[in-house]
Each structure stands twice: as structure tokens, then as C-alpha cells.
Nanobody, 123 residues
Framework: QVHVVESGGGLVQAGGSLRLSCAVS????????MGWFRQKPGKEREFVVV????????YYQDSVKGRFTISRGNAKNTVYLQMNSLNVEDTAIYYC????????????????WGQGTQVTVSS
């Protein structure tokens, strides 16, 4: 059974930074494609950044390029999302996603989802 657990959300002032963490626990030895989606209040869920299991491909949403960085942890199937220069438009519930085989920016690609962590940016 696979579990996805996020942490690190919270309240921050505009211009500030936060780091989200995500760990996937499973019973296999695979490296998962992982990433983050978010859902802003009253909006549909959208992709933020995704990182392929092979380590050679990463996609960022245009609005976060240069501000957000995804990185892999030393522990297998852990990722971090460093978010800098946050603005109120980044306020959302952030979901960590993972998949054993597939990769892409569509949410349908990912079989495994975390429970979500709230990020609130105040002006």
C-alpha cells in the first residue's frame, strides 16, 4: 500500500518563503515520478511542478518558474518544494502527487495523492 504524506504548509507574508515536504511510502523499490498540484479557493486544481522518476525531466507552471524549486531528498521518494517570493495568488491547498510509471502535467496521470497542505499568503 502506498501512502503520500505532505507537511510544511502555513501562513506567510507576501514576499516570504515556505518549504513543503512530501514522502511516499511503498513496498516496492521503484523511484516514483512526483510533484505538486494546487487548488486555489474557488478554482480548479492545477499543476505546479512535476519531476520524472528518471530525474531528467521537470516541468514548472509558468507562474512559479524562478520562484519555486522542486528537489529530491536523500531518502527514496521524498521531494521538497521550496517556494520563494510568495504572493497572495499562491494561496492554495498544495497536494503532493506520485506515480510509479507515468509522468505528465495532467492530474489524471498520478495514482497517489497526499491529503493536501494549506498555504496562505497574506498581503
Amino acid at each position: 500500500q502506498v501512502h503520500v504524506v505532505e507537511s510544511g504548509g502555513g501562513l506567510v507574508q507576501a514576499g516570504g518563503s515556505l518549504r513543503l515536504s512530501c514522502a511516499v511510502s511503498g513496498e516496492d523499490a521503484l523511484t516514483y515520478s512526483m510533484g505538486w498540484f494546487r487548488q486555489k479557493p474557488g478554482k480548479e486544481r492545477e499543476f505546479v511542478v512535476v519531476d520524472k522518476w528518471s530525474g531528467d525531466t521537470t516541468y514548472y507552471q509558468d507562474s512559479v518558474k524562478g520562484r519555486f524549486t522542486i528537489s529530491r531528498g536523500n531518502a527514496k521518494n521524498t521531494v521538497y518544494l521550496q517556494m520563494n517570493s510568495l504572493n497572495v495568488e499562491d494561496t492554495a491547498i498544495y497536494y503532493c502527487v506520485a506515480d510509479k510509471v507515468r509522468f505528465g502535467i495532467q492530474e489524471e496521470v498520478y495514482d497517489y495523492w497526499g491529503q493536501g497542505t494549506q498555504v496562505t499568503v497574506s498581503s
